[in-house]
């Protein structure tokens, strides 16, 4: 039997992704960055997947060095601000302007980045900076109308602002 291949590993790998296998999918993506560290995909693919599994500090060297390779990657951009910033609750003040830093360029790049304004919203609504988290929330909300959640944090920061009047 012969080895598999960069391409059929990272293959494997992001359909496990896609199927939400996060850990499985872990495996074939070790395997295909092992095989070949330059390859974009594979590095962005297991960086999601060591995201997906709260392995933050791993992705980030893997994404630093992708960085380089793609500067102008929305995703890549995404999944580093994910990295940077870990766990939320976790987070301190310079992983959180790390994060920021990441997902608005991101934004300078894809300004409809999934998730790329309600992140930096909530990034700012932990750090109770509710005027603007509640603008970024609204940037959410015109990328997304629908969004529920950017509308709940939306009105709640500006509820802050109002009490704290």
Avoid at 113 to 139: C, H, M, S
């Amino acid at each position: 039997m012969s080895k598999p291949t960069t391409q059929e590993l990272i293959r494997r790998g992001t359909m496990l992704l896609q199927r939400g296998k996060h850990i499985q999918a872990l495996e074939p993506l070790e395997k295909a960055y092992k095989q070949d560290a330059a390859n974009f995909d594979a590095g962005l693919n297991l960086s999601a997947a060591l995201i997906m599994n709260k392995k933050f500090k791993q992705a980030i060297p893997i994404l630093e060095a992708l960085r380089d390779q793609e500067p102008d990657n929305a995703m890549l951009w995404t999944n580093l601000g994910a990295a940077y910033l870990g766990n939320p609750v976790l987070a301190k003040g310079e992983d959180q302007l790390k994060a920021i830093a990441a997902f608005r360029t991101a934004l300078e790049f894809e300004p409809e980045t999934p998730n790329g304004a309600y992140n930096i919203g909530l990034i700012y609504k932990d750090r109770k900076e509710w005027g603007i988290a509640a603008q970024w929330f609204e940037v959410a909300l015109q990328v997304k109308p629908d969004d529920a959640d950017a509308r709940y944090w939306h009105d709640l920061m500006l509820q802050h602002l109002t009490d704290a009047k």
